[in-house]
T-cell receptor, first 114, second 110 residues
Framework: EPEVTQTPSHQVTQMGQEVILRCVPI?????FYWYRQILGQKVEFLVS????????KSEIFDDQFSVERPDGSNFTLKIRSTKLEDSAMYFC????????????FGPGTRLLVL | QKEVEQNSGPLSVPEGAIASLNCTYS??????FFWYRQYSGKSPELIMS????GDKEDGRFTAQLNKASQYVSLLIRDSQPSDSATYLC??????????FGRGTSLIVHP
């Protein structure tokens, strides 16, 4: 069964460093998403991406964040200058169609900022 | 501010019983409703989606939606210890963006 994959599974970084989280969405899906979940808290939407551009973004997705689809398979989230409060689980998701459509989540990347 | 409220639990039920999980939402324009299961340290896994008022059944799971009361629930029949997890309610309006509740922790004890 097709699935969303994410690398790395864990990332430890120093405050102020840049990190890139990678995702490979399901191959026939056209809509991609990033979410984060701080430990013990709710899943929060960051950004959606379609046709090589951002469709929607939340207040969390400020200038330190960026997304890119560098090739036909990968979808990346870059955090330019990490802060302690960026420590969270980051989930990538994809869907075949947009509104109302089921989103399939990847296994997540656990980011720890020291 | 769109809100999705769930009782954090834990909800503890014996094996074989029916577990009832509830969710209320604030945005009357919400159109799509989802239940996800999340095991500790893992990603959300979709269990059910429901779009219109009434019940929708899939195996041991039944989702119930009442838009007038802004209420969606999930029933799990014949609960198994493997059902022990956190259940997330997610609600979408006309956009791509789902709003998640904090989740209800379910414990099914043998």
């Amino acid at each position: 069964e097709p699935e969303v994959t994410q690398t790395p599974s864990h990332q430890v970084t120093q405050m102020g460093q840049e990190v890139i989280l990678r995702c490979v969405p399901i191959s026939n899906h056209l809509y991609f998403y990033w979410y984060r979940q701080i430990l013990g808290q709710k899943v929060e939407f960051l950004v959606s991406f379609y046709n090589n551009e951002i469709s929607e973004k939340s207040e969390i997705f400020d200038d330190q964040f960026s997304v890119e689809r560098p090739d036909g398979s990968n979808f990346t989230l870059k955090i330019r200058s990490t802060k302690l409060e960026d420590s969270a689980m980051y989930f990538c998701a994809s869907s075949e169609r947009p509104r109302g459509e089921t989103q399939y989540f990847g296994p997540g990347t656990r980011l720890l900022v020291l | 501010q769109k809100e999705v409220e769930q009782n954090s639990g834990p909800l503890s039920v014996p094996e074989g019983a029916i577990a009832s999980l509830n969710c209320t939402y604030s945005d009357r324009g919400s159109q799509s409703f989802f239940w996800y299961r999340q095991y500790s340290g893992k990603s959300p896994e979709l269990i059910m989606s429901i779009y219109s008022n009434g019940d929708k059944e899939d195996g041991r799971f039944t989702a119930q939606l009442n838009k007038a009361s802004q209420y969606v629930s999930l029933l799990i029949r014949d609960s198994q210890p493997s059902d022990s997890a956190t259940y997330l309610c997610a609600v979408k309006g006309g956009s791509y963006i789902p709003t998640f509740g904090r989740g209800t922790s379910l414990i099914v004890h043998p």
